[in-house]
């Protein structure tokens, strides 16, 4: 779920705080992506299939791009999660949550894909989209690429939605930084804003909409404040509300370490083993897409080498242009006048 209509706020109060953007326009960008918004992305697309193969073809149309993702998995979720969990478990028909963070077999299946596919992974402690914005804020990493919002209030200075490999898909990008000086709020602030919208981590007042929450902040500053100025009435506030929990879980995310990344070549084999012989994707399918990819990834080497050598020839030029000039002999009067010219006495 994440930010109960933060999307909506931001368009209509904050749209210069929103880019629209190509994926091309992240060639070079190091970008952290929460795994299980991916998967679950396809698990909802394409119930009979495995999301395996969107993860696969996903991830190829990045590398392609030369963008650098970083795939981030779910750790064990804070306590207060657990109830919106299992409503949205319960609403796709699926298992209930995983409580413990151990991995399960479809996680262990997407480390061993990711693996042989040559990017890194890291196994957040809590929620991957904390540890996501954690890593933009320490430069490890450009943006987070999410569908949901809780990476802002978390703290991310950029984030993407809509990165995939849909040529008619239009990347938007949101700026943090933006964002709050358009509404003139703090970062500390945001989050008690998002609360008051609705998050996962607590009960939201009820009636309160976005734009009456955001007026409420900005009058008031804090959901402490805010509760003085409501009508209880109309907006009652929840029993046992923990928004002071959910504010905490914003502000002080467990983190952890994320130095020594490293990418390597997809290994087709070791692709094909597991998708096809393992999985029982068709191995054509496989082979037919990493045909494209390797072939892809050489014209765009070789375009980058041309030009390279076309840089460098226009820099010969230019030097040899400036030695020429350098070498040209003064005119002859220039030259008399100089020799001619009375030097300071020494001291």
């Not at 396809?42 to 963008?67: M, N």
Request: aromatic share 6%; net charge positive; glycine share 4%.
């Amino acid at each position: 779920m994440g930010i109960t209509k933060l999307a909506d706020l931001i368009r209509s109060d904050a749209s210069d705080a929103i880019s629209h953007k190509d994926i091309s326009d992240y060639t070079g960008k190091v970008v952290a992506l929460d795994t299980s918004i991916i998967v679950n992305q396809f698990r909802a697309a394409t119930p009979l299939l495995s999301p395996l193969t969107g993860l696969f073809f996903r991830t190829l149309a990045f590398l392609e791009h030369d963008i650098k993702p970083v795939f981030v998995f779910e750790g064990k979720p804070p306590a207060e999660k657990i109830p919106v969990l299992e409503k949205r478990a319960k609403a796709s028909g699926w298992m209930s949550p995983n409580r413990t963070g151990a991995a399960s077999s479809q996680t262990r299946d997407c480390l061993e894909l990711l693996k042989h596919l040559g990017v890194p992974v890291i196994q957040a402690p809590g929620d991957a989209e904390a540890l996501c914005a954690q890593l933009v804020i320490e430069g490890t990493v450009d943006a987070v690429a999410s569908e949901d919002m809780d990476t802002l209030p978390f703290g991310a200075s950029v984030l993407i939605r809509q990165l995939n490999a849909n040529k008619n898909s239009e990347v938007i990008e949101y700026s943090l930084p933006k964002l709050l000086e358009k509404l003139q709020i703090s970062q500390e602030e945001l989050v008690d804003l998002c609360i008051l919208l609705g998050c996962d981590y607590c009960d939201k007042i009820p009636g309160l909409g976005p734009k009456r929450a955001l007026t409420l902040i900005q009058k008031h500053r804090t959901i402490e404040n805010v509760v003085l100025h409501i009508n209880r009435q109309t907006h009652p506030v929840p029993h046992s509300w923990k928004y002071e929990e959910a504010r905490r879980i914003f502000l002080d995310a467990p983190q952890t370490s994320a130095t020594g990344l490293i990418w390597t070549e997809p290994d087709e084999e070791a692709l094909v083993r597991f998708l096809c012989h393992v999985k029982h994707v068709k191995e054509q399918r496989i082979r037919h897409r990493m045909e494209t990819f390797w072939d892809v990834r050489k014209k765009k080497r070789d375009k980058r080498e041309k030009e390279k050598a076309a840089g460098q020839s226009r820099q010969t030029n230019i030097e040899d242009f400036f030695r020429v000039t350098r070498k040209r002999q003064q005119p002859e009067e220039a030259a008399d006048s100089s020799s001619n010219r009375k030097r300071p006495k020494s001291k």
